[in-house]
């Protein structure tokens, strides 16, 4: 049986399998996050029309949605992972989650600054305690201690299975945060794109929005197999296949 049919999916669960194949995608990322970026920002600011009670001060979704969704998509992913990695004491899965954790968090402050940015023209002040914002500023802190609990904690197996433990308990924010808009009375708007309704804007805007959620996915995925990358040289420094790089 040839090489390629004994692959399965736990063929890159290796950390020298990963790091090589995370080093071939890594340039194929961040083209595809130049280029749907660009066009995600040009259509979004150039081509798109006003809104009719916004006007302009609107366009910041376009860059607040995407990186709302990817706040919450990437911690469920590094719950996942260090869920895994406890469980089964997978060290590539404890490496993923840990890898995760930054992107998480940088989307997460985009996501609040640009809320912050949207809601001065919109609400008249640049923050309320609304149950949607107090839940998204939740989960900064979630990824924050998350970052500084598994820094802080040398053995890696121990600081695996103790940022597992606090990624599964935030977990359950997560659900908050999509629905508050629905369980309390918010300022903040509905969902702005629904899977059982048809889009509530024009298709100029929904193209934008869809191509800087595809613009930054790629850059998170560039991120994080960077991170990822480097997390691994550094557990695995006094492996064959490491000293063989240097």
Not at 52 to 74: C, E, T
Not at 131 to 138: D, G, K, V
Not at 144 to 169: K, N, Q
Request: one cysteine or more.
């Amino acid at each position: 049986m040839s090489e390629v049919n004994r692959i399965t999916w736990t063929t890159y669960a290796a950390p020298s399998r990963f790091y090589a194949l995370a080093g071939a995608c890594i340039p194929w990322f961040w083209a595809v996050a130049l280029v749907f970026a660009a066009a995600g920002l040009w259509m979004g600011f150039a081509v798109a029309p006003s809104d009719f009670q916004q006007g302009d001060a609107y366009r910041v979704i376009f860059i607040h949605v995407p990186a709302a969704w990817l706040s919450m998509l990437v911690y469920l992913v590094m719950a996942f992972w260090a869920a895994w990695g406890w469980m089964l004491n997978a060290r590539m899965a404890s490496m993923y989650a840990r890898a995760l954790a930054p992107t998480g968090a940088l989307m997460t402050f985009i996501a609040l600054w640009t809320g912050a940015l949207w809601g001065k023209p919109t609400w008249g002040t640049w923050w309320v305690w609304d149950a949607r914002l107090t839940s998204e500023f939740i989960l900064l802190l979630l990824y924050l201690g998350y970052i500084a609990l598994t820094e802080a904690i040398d053995d890696p197996r121990r600081s695996a299975h103790a940022g597992a433990l606090l990624a599964l308990v935030g977990a359950v924010n997560v659900p908050v945060i999509y629905f508050s808009v629905r369980w309390w009375n918010t300022l903040h708007q509905g969902a702005t794109i629904s899977m059982t309704s048809a889009p509530k804007m024009a298709s100029t805007m929904l193209t934008a929005m869809l191509l800087m959620t595809v613009g930054m996915w790629a850059y998170s995925f560039a991120v994080v197999f960077t991170r990822a990358r480097a997390i691994v040289l550094e557990q695995e420094a006094d492996t064959e296949w490491v000293r063989a790089l240097r």
